[in-house]
C-alpha cells in the first residue's frame, strides 16, 4: 500500500536530518527571544511617539 511505502520513505529520509545540539537550540532562541524584545520595545516607543503627536494636533 501506498502509506506503507510513505512511513518507510519517511524514515529513512529522517535518518538523513542532521539534527542541532542542544547549545545550537538554545543559541538560537535566545537570538529570537532578544531580536523580538528589541523589535517590541521600538514598536512601542513608535507607537507612543505618534499617540503624543496625535494629541498635539488634535
Given at each position: 500500500?501506498?502509506?506503507?511505502?510513505?512511513?518507510?520513505?519517511?524514515?529513512?529520509?529522517l535518518?538523513?536530518?542532521?539534527?542541532?545540539?542542544?547549545?545550537?537550540?538554545i543559541s538560537?532562541?535566545?537570538?529570537?527571544?532578544?531580536?523580538?524584545?528589541?523589535?517590541?520595545?521600538?514598536?512601542?516607543?513608535?507607537?507612543?511617539?505618534?499617540?503624543?503627536?496625535?494629541?498635539?494636533?488634535?
Amino acid at each position: 500500500m501506498k502509506i506503507i511505502q510513505f512511513i518507510k520513505e519517511s524514515r529513512a529520509e529522517l535518518r538523513k536530518v542532521i539534527w542541532p545540539s542542544r547549545d545550537d537550540v538554545i543559541s538560537s532562541v535566545k537570538v529570537v527571544v532578544i531580536s523580538t524584545a528589541i523589535i517590541a520595545a521600538a514598536l512601542g516607543l513608535v507607537d507612543v511617539l505618534l499617540m503624543l503627536g496625535v494629541q498635539v494636533v488634535f
